[in-house]
């Protein structure tokens, strides 16, 4: 029987007692009576062990024919993924893998890419969190089991670097928080079970632009709020006017075509303005708006991915994206006047 002045329990059900100084006490008294129950009790106390070992040899076996599973090649044998848009080259050095979110994305970086070099690889919605699940439920997952394949290299004890099949592996999603969290799926992934592919160099996060400003006949795209004002200079005030204009025209070429003379007119009309439009996602541009600012060796913008301290990096993603709640929402309340907000 435990009296306390100010009681603390764990989880929302207030099954188990957490108060630390109850835990030690409790330990105490329970330690002590347990010692002597298995001194005068030898054979209860042998048949526990007995328990206790035989769950070890499960937990092993289990591990073994899991190991032996992936030893004899669990992904050998199959075939490159039927989304997977592979590259002509075979030149790992000078392939890269895109991965997209999305089929919509998808099918616009299929037709602008370099077909040469580029290959292209969209996925439907978010992938498992690997943190929180085992390699065999993870090859369970046909998203993480068809980028497994892609990347050609294998995983677990059969890993080999030398066996990728392409030397930039980029990250290609939308510029909002849906796409943030799915590219922090990936590099979970990347962390885990591919740590030196991302010690190679070998993993890129795509900067998409946020931004398609139009003045006149001249088309400029932006990549930040900061960088949209500069372009936009006296105009800039005029923000959501320009934003406004820019929804209601992109409704109007959506209802249907009109007459050329109509719609030459329009077009004259809109080149003696300036049209800003704010891209949601990849699959908002066209096949050439997405090579000219996401693909393009020439112009696009890629994030390489490094590690520089291996401790902090493990810590943030136990953090993060492990199972315990409780410093997950600790961090989250110390930092959330740090985020910056797309509204």
Request: with cysteine; hydrophobic share 40%; proline share 3%.
């Amino acid at each position: 029987s435990v009296k306390l002045r100010e009681i603390q329990f764990e989880g929302q059900t207030k099954a188990k007692l957490g108060s630390t100084e109850a835990q030690g006490a409790v330990a105490t008294v329970f330690g002590e009576a347990l010692s002597s129950f298995f001194e005068e009790n030898p054979d209860e106390a042998k048949s526990i062990i007995n328990k206790s070992l035989l769950a070890l040899r499960a937990r092993k076996a289990a591990k073994a024919a899991k190991d032996s599973v992936l030893r004899k090649g669990a992904l050998e044998g199959m075939t490159l993924p039927g989304k997977l848009a592979d590259c002509q080259v075979r030149d790992a050095e000078r392939a890269e893998l895109f991965i997209v979110e999305g089929d919509s994305a998808g099918g616009t970086a299929k037709m602008g890419r370099d077909r040469k070099t580029q290959a292209i690889l969209p996925l439907r919605g978010k992938i498992l969190n690997v943190e929180r699940a085992r390699l065999d439920r993870m090859l369970g997952s046909d998203q993480i089991k068809n980028l497994v394949i892609a990347m050609g290299a294998s995983i677990g004890e059969t890993f080999d670097i030398t066996k990728m099949r392409y030397h930039k592996i980029i990250i290609a999603t939308d510029a909002d928080v849906d796409g943030a969290h799915i590219t922090t799926l990936i590099l979970t992934l990347m962390y885990r079970y591919f740590r030196p592919v991302l010690d190679a160099g070998y993993v890129y996060i795509a900067q998409p632009p946020l931004f398609k400003i139009k003045k006149g006949k001249e088309i400029f795209y932006a990549y930040s709020d900061e960088e949209r004002d500069g372009i936009l200079g006296k105009d800039a005030p005029k923000l959501e006017e320009l934003l406004q204009e820019s929804e209601n025209a992109n409704e109007e070429e959506t209802e249907g075509e009109e007459s050329e003379e109509v719609g030459s007119k329009n077009t004259e009309k809109k080149q003696s303005k300036i049209h800003v439009q704010r891209y949601k996602g990849l699959g908002e541009m066209n096949a050439e708006e997405l090579w000219e600012t996401t693909m393009d060796p020439g112009n696009r913008v890629l994030k390489q991915v490094t590690i520089k301290d291996i401790e902090i990096a493990n810590q943030v993603f136990d953090t993060l994206m492990g199972s315990e709640v409780a410093p997950r929402k600790t961090f989250i309340q110390s930092n959330a006047k740090m985020a910056k907000l797309d509204i």
